[in-house]
Each structure stands twice: as C-alpha cells, then as structure tokens.
C-alpha cells in the first residue's frame, strides 16, 4: 500500500503510470517499450532511453513489475518486463489521479478562456 | 564448491574494458580460486577470432547483431543484450574550436582545416561502423548533400587509431582534436563530450526505422567479400561460447554481469544496463 500514498503529478513521475499501463496491455522488453511509448503519443517531449531503463529498473526492485530474460528462437535474449498486482493496483490510483489533473487543467483553461473572452 | 585453479577467458569489446574488469574484481572476491583473464578486442575483430579458431569462455561485444551475423549457432548458443549507450563527440579543453562546438555546428567545427579529427576502423570496431552511420544520418536530418563524403575526407584515416580505445588515448595524448567515441568512454576518462541529436546518435529504439537508412559496407566473414550493415539502436551483448569447460561459472558471471551488481558496475561507468 505504500506505493499508493506517494503518487506526484510530474511528467517524470507520469512514466510510471505510462508504463505500468503498457505493460498491463502486453509484457514487452524495455527496446519494444519505448517503441510503444513512442507510438502511443503519451507525451510531448521525446522519449528518453535512459529514464526508461532506470524506471524500469525502479519498479523491478520496488515489485510493481517482475522481469526474467526471454530468450527467442532467433535474435538476442532481453529482460522481459510483466505488471505485478502491486502495479496494477497503483495503475488504478495513477487513473484517479490523472482524471483530478485533468479536471483541474480544464478549470485554468475555462478560467483564462473566460478572463480573455470578457 | 571446489573451484581448484579454474580459469576463465574472457573476450571483450574494448569500450567494455573498465566493466568488466570491475565485474572480474567482484566475481573473484566471490570465486577465490577462479582466475579471469580479460582480452580487449574491436568487436568485429574479436567475433572473426573465434571465427579462425580461437577460444575463450565468454565473449561481451559492442553490437549484439554479431552474435548473429558471426557466432550463432555454431560458436554460441545464447546471448543477452545487457547495455546501450550513444554516440557522442569527444574532445578536451585544448581542442581546436572546443569553446565553440556544439549539438548543431559540429559539423562545421570539424570541417576547420586546422582541425583534427578521427574514428576507429569500421571493420574492426562497431564504434568506427557507427560512426559513418552518423555522417550519413547527419546528412539526412541537416539536408546536407555530401556531408558524409566532406567528414571522410577530413578525417583521420581509420587505420591511425583502428580501436575506439586507441582513439581515447590519442585524445588524452592531445594528437587529435576531436574523436567519435561512446559516451560512456569519454565520462570514464573525464573527458568533454558534445551530445548529438538522438535522431542521429543511435540510442533511440523509437528511431529504429530512422537508423535503418544508414547503410556501412564491412569485410564478411568471407576473405575478399564485403556485406553492408544497417543502423540499429546501440545494444552491447555477452553471450558463452560452445567450447567452454566451465559453463557453470560462466553462467554464473554473465548473471553478475547482467544483473543487479552489473547495472550498479555499468552505471558507474556511464553506460545505461537494460
């Protein structure tokens, strides 16, 4: 439970979120994540190897997923990622979190909108 | 376990040096009579020894699409890909042009006539392949017609320093100015470095096709033939040989190598495990 108590809107924090969602959809190795991330078009900046490796490698040690090497008929063997129920569960508090955000965005929107318009 | 005297051979990209010589120390400590014995090779090279015949135990390399193109199946079974990096510009303080180069005038920097610049050997070492892969991608994403050729000519030729390893030492020694290298080599050697755009500096796996444009022709493993490589996203590999006696230690030290102890040893000398 205590993953759940530390959620921070942050667009590095968000890639947590991002990710376990990912995951929760198809296990995948870190190269064909950030392949998805990219073409899922979650975030406007590009995305940064390095930071998914390391968040990867984060949530390995924190549970929320679970990683083994997959080794494939052909082509190298990689570290294979799955979501663990710890994940899934702080994946359900990232979607409350993100709808909060969301409604919050819209109310500075609506008001600058309002403020411009009048 | 009774480990009386057993030896190990490692082979080992160059660029991988101070890794594995850091996973060699932790591995011993734990392995009291086991002595490892690390050989530097470019990666090319290195694959198209145990080609001709010599052995070793275990072999890391700078491209994991060797294992393929040169050792799979017959020399080694598995192999794991357990590192990236990119290609960046390294330099130091006294370079020629180093207070003004940067991301986007690099390459006009290097183009200086009073500049001197190089690359390792693109048969023998993935780094010096990668680097024409740059130029080319370069050329595409600064519409810059020629600039391939422009940065060939400039440079070095490749057999002056054929190693990326050599290449460091001659920049350290000051013979040249500026030297295509990995980054995780220039942060070991406390050396500057200019980042370039990740369109082009293959670290990006979301650039995969991107890279794929570039095309280098190398020597085959056919004497006289050549084959042409595609860009990939940089991926470092270890796998073991067939021929080692000892499969149970080599197994246990590609797990050190690959696991919590190896990204601790990998980040600390700037390379990013994966």
């Not at chain 1, 294979?80 to 710890?86: E, N």
């Amino acid at each position: 439970m205590s993953h759940l108590q530390k959620i921070t809107f942050s667009s590095d924090r968000l890639i947590e979120a991002q990710l376990l969602l990912l995951l929760q959809i198809k296990s995948s190795h870190g190269y064909e994540l950030i392949q998805r991330l990219n073409d899922a078009d979650f975030t406007i900046e590009e995305v940064d190897p390095a930071t998914i490796y390391r968040h990867l490698r984060r949530m390995d040690k924190e549970e929320l997923v679970k990683s083994h090497w997959e080794t494939g008929p052909s082509g190298p063997g990689r570290r294979l990622y799955t979501v663990t129920k710890s994940g899934e569960e702080l994946l359900s508090q990232w979607t409350i979190n993100i709808k909060q955000q969301k409604e919050k965005l819209a109310n500075f929107l609506k008001t600058y909108e309002q403020y411009h318009n009048s | 376990m009774a480990n009386n005297n057993y030896y190990l051979k490692i082979m080992n990209a160059g660029a991988l040096h101070r890794i594995i010589g850091n996973c060699i120390e932790v591995f011993m400590q734990k392995n009291l009579e086991v002595t490892l014995e690390m050989k530097g090779v470019g990666s090319r090279e290195g694959a198209k020894r145990l080609l001709s015949g010599e052995k070793c135990d275990i072999i890391a390399l700078a491209d994991q699409a060797l294992f393929a193109e040169l050792l799979v199946p017959d020399l080694v079974e598995d192999y794991f890909v357990f590192a990236t990096d990119q290609i960046v510009i390294a330099y130091d303080h006294f370079s020629r042009g180093s207070k003004e180069i940067n991301s986007e005038n690099w390459a006009d920097i290097l183009l200086q006539p009073e500049v001197i610049f190089a690359r390792s050997d693109h048969n023998l070492d993935p780094c010096g392949y990668r680097t024409l892969m740059v130029w080319q991608l370069a050329e595409k994403l600064y519409n810059r017609p020629g600039l391939t050729h422009e940065l060939d000519s400039a440079c070095l030729h490749y057999s002056t320093y054929p190693k990326s390893l050599d290449l460091a030492g001659a920049l350290l020694a000051g013979k040249v100015d500026y030297a295509f290298l990995y980054s995780s080599e220039a942060k070991q050697l406390g050396l500057p470095y200019i980042t370039l755009p990740s369109k082009i500096n293959l670290s990006n796996p979301a650039y995969a096709d991107y890279y794929d444009q570039a095309a280098v022709s190398v020597e085959s493993k056919i004497p006289g033939k050549n084959i042409i490589i595609h860009g990939k996203p940089i991926e470092f590999a270890v796998g073991i040989s067939k021929t080692t006696q000892h499969d149970d230690l080599a197994k246990q030290f590609v797990d050190l190598l690959t696991g919590h102890e190896g990204h601790a040893i990998l980040e600390e000398c700037g390379m990013i495990p994966c």
